[in-house]
């Protein structure tokens, strides 16, 4: 199994009176994701699902990348929350009776928690070393059998001026 890890676009800043999930992407933050969707379409990327954290500025990620056709089908999932762990993810999405081995999943959500996630399927253990960029990708493979903690192999780590 594929999962990129895709951090959500430029969204408002934080200010009183906006709640943090209910931050949007900026134009320039839609704009930006919406040209990194379309490179990706033309390096013939295609996901068989995009899992999004139920925050607004990711959720508007999600759909511009389902707009552009990377994928037909979007869920929203509680685990991608900034507050999510990546242990209780990786037991409800990353079951094999869920996806055949072959799968490629698009997760769209929120740092420190990607660059931490990928470090943890990497390395077992968070190094500080990864950093993703708004609208950029992490892409792990994930190992055909056996737990992917400490097993996994990164293959793509692109900030989106690579893209844009």
Same mark, same amino acid.
């Given at each position: 199994?594929?999962?990129? /890890?895709?951090?959500?676009?430029?969204?408002?800043?934080?200010?009183?009176?906006?709640?943090?999930?209910?931050?949007?992407?900026?134009?320039?933050?839609?704009?930006?994701?919406?040209?990194?969707?379309?490179?990706? =379409?033309?390096?013939?990327?295609?996901?068989?699902?995009? =899992?999004? +954290?139920?925050?607004?500025? &990711?959720?508007?990620? &999600?759909?511009?990348?389902?707009?552009?056709?990377?994928?037909?089908?979007?869920?929203?999932?509680?685990?991608?929350?900034?507050?999510?762990?990546? +242990?209780?993810? /990786?037991?409800? #999405?990353?079951?094999?009776?869920?996806?055949?081995?072959?799968?490629? /999943?698009?997760? =769209?959500?929120?740092?420190?928690?990607? +660059?931490? #996630?990928?470090?943890?399927?990497? #390395?077992?253990?968070?190094?500080?070393?990864? =950093?993703?960029?708004?609208?950029?990708?992490?892409?792990?493979?994930?190992?055909?059998?056996?737990?992917?903690?400490?097993? +996994?192999?990164?293959? #793509?780590?692109?900030?989106?001026?690579?893209?844009?």
């Amino acid at each position: 199994m594929e999962v990129y /890890l895709i951090r959500h676009g430029i969204a408002e800043e934080q200010q009183a009176g906006i709640k943090d999930e209910e931050r949007q992407l900026t134009k320039e933050g839609r704009q930006k994701t919406e040209k990194v969707a379309q490179r990706l =379409v033309k390096l013939g990327l295609q996901f068989d699902l995009i =899992v999004t +954290s139920p925050l607004v500025r &990711a959720r508007q990620t &999600a759909e511009i990348l389902l707009e552009v056709g990377l994928s037909s089908q979007m869920e929203e999932s509680n685990h991608l929350a900034p507050n999510g762990h990546i +242990s209780s993810w /990786l037991d409800y #999405w990353l079951q094999p009776k869920n996806f055949a081995p072959n799968t490629q /999943l698009a997760v =769209v959500g929120h740092e420190p928690c990607l +660059s931490n #996630w990928a470090e943890i399927l990497l #390395w077992g253990e968070v190094k500080g070393g990864l =950093v993703l960029k708004k609208a950029g990708m992490i892409g792990v493979k994930l190992p055909e059998s056996g737990e992917p903690v400490g097993r +996994s192999q990164m293959f #793509w780590l692109t900030p989106p001026r690579y893209l844009l």
